[in-house]
């Protein structure tokens, strides 16, 4: 009967253990996974509008953890209210607690931790920067949307952009 229960406790040790690292590793698979996800759906908004020649907008709101796709019907576009550019929703997604935007911050020099947006055309992205997430141990990853060349790439840790100088300092 002793060798029973230290079988059967054996065995449960294993189990205990095999959950704790199955959980770690869906933990780890759902932040890669929301992350790739925001990321293809930057590249297909790119794709879409290179091919189709609409207009698209990513709308990242960091203070509810959530992000949306928008595909922009109208010819007015608002710079300060993006809520307020006529468009269809194509798709919008929450961010889980495993994975968390910071901020946002664009290629002229602006950065944000409450609002921002990525507008996509024909002609590629109307502004390049990168959005800087963490994981649940609070590493942190950027996702760089670069304006020249139409490519969005993740990337570890978070990504040192050149800044812009100043008008009095350029030397032409």
């Not at 809520?83 to 269809?88: D, V």
């Not at 664009?106 to 997430?133: C, E, H, M, Y």
């Amino acid at each position: 009967m002793a060798e029973l229960l230290v079988v059967v406790a054996v065995i449960a040790l294993f189990v205990v253990l095999a959950q704790m690292h199955l959980f770690g590793l869906l933990r780890k698979n759902t932040f890669r996974a929301q992350m790739q996800e925001l990321v293809s759906t930057m590249q297909m908004a790119a794709s879409s509008a290179a091919e189709t020649g609409r207009r698209y907008e990513i709308v990242i709101n960091i203070t509810e953890q959530v992000y949306e796709l928008k595909h922009i019907t109208g010819s007015e576009i608002y710079v300060d209210r993006p809520e307020e550019t006529p468009g269809e929703i194509i798709a919008r997604n929450n961010l889980s607690e495993s994975c968390r935007f910071v901020y946002v911050w664009f290629d002229d020099g602006i950065d944000t931790n409450s609002r921002a947006w990525f507008r996509v055309g024909p002609s590629g992205w109307q502004n390049g920067g990168k959005i800087v997430l963490v994981d649940e141990k609070d590493r942190p990853y950027s996702i760089v949307v670069n304006r020249i060349n139409r490519i969005v790439a993740l990337q570890e840790g978070d990504v040192e952009f050149l800044e812009p100088k100043p008008k009095n300092e350029l030397p032409f």
